[in-house]
């Protein structure tokens, strides 16, 4: 979210005040600002808020036209191994130490990234492999950058030279430089497909994932964007489930 005053005028020289978008999201950057405060962290003038909740693709499509989203894409596996191993200090994450119900948040996940990027405009939403970005970070923050009309900055590349407070689960690999491998360095634990070494303990993960997409598949119709209910009869848009 750009131009503007403090954060509490963010919305002014964006929407105008007969916008439907304009009332969410004066209450979306009055809650950022909130919760900023809270934590000692938001400076103001500030032309940018950048959000990174997990839960944020559920309401994609109720953000104004002016956001901007990037979708990090990273193996199913990848992310309930990551997960479930990481201690979230926040209430409302108890399912990630449950393989099997952790399973389907992250199929579940997987098919609304899917909705969205079939409903929204590309000049909304941008897609990201994890595995490239390790792989080739320069590319993958240049087209980043062009997507969010942004000009190239080469230290973008080197987060883990940032002197900024932390408060993040990931602080320790923020730390390190953007790589495929845990350490910033060739020769250490590689960061995709580090589920593999556990595979015989993550049995009933797989089987959650299994069950999320077979339930999935017979519930939606991904090539449409629309989603049909057995035994119903009729198709509701599947940002509406």
Not at 203 to 230: C, H, Q, R, W
Request: with cysteine; proline share 7%.
């Amino acid at each position: 979210i750009e131009e503007g005053g403090g954060v509490s005028d963010l919305t002014a020289p964006m929407l105008p005040s007969t916008d439907p978008g304009a009332k969410l999201l004066t209450a979306f950057v009055a809650g950022v600002r909130s919760v900023g405060e809270q934590l000692g962290f938001v400076q103001v003038p500030a032309r940018y808020i950048l959000d990174r909740q997990l839960s944020n693709i559920w309401w994609l499509g109720g953000l104004p036209p002016c956001s901007k989203t990037i979708i990090v894409e990273r193996d199913d596996m990848d992310v309930g191994y990551s997960s479930y191993k990481t201690i979230f200090r926040q209430p409302g994450y108890d399912f990630t130490y449950n393989q099997r119900e952790l399973g389907w948040p992250i199929g579940l996940t997987r098919y609304l990234q899917e909705h969205w990027e079939f409903v929204l405009p590309k000049s909304q939403v941008h897609r990201v492999k994890y595995e490239e970005l390790v792989a080739d970070p320069t590319a993958a923050v240049q087209g980043m950058l062009s997507f969010l009309g942004l000009p190239f900055h080469e230290p973008c590349t080197r987060p883990h030279e940032a002197n900024t407070a932390l408060v993040t689960s990931g602080a320790i690999e923020v730390r390190e430089p953007i790589s495929p491998y845990h350490g910033g360095h060739d020769g250490g634990i590689p960061r995709s497909g580090a589920w593999n070494r556990y595979a015989s303990t993550l049995e009933p993960l797989i089987n959650g994932l299994d069950e999320a997409k077979k339930f999935l598949d017979g519930l939606y119709i991904k090539d449409t964007g629309m989603s049909e209910v057995s035994g119903q009869g009729e198709g509701l848009p599947f940002g509406v489930l």
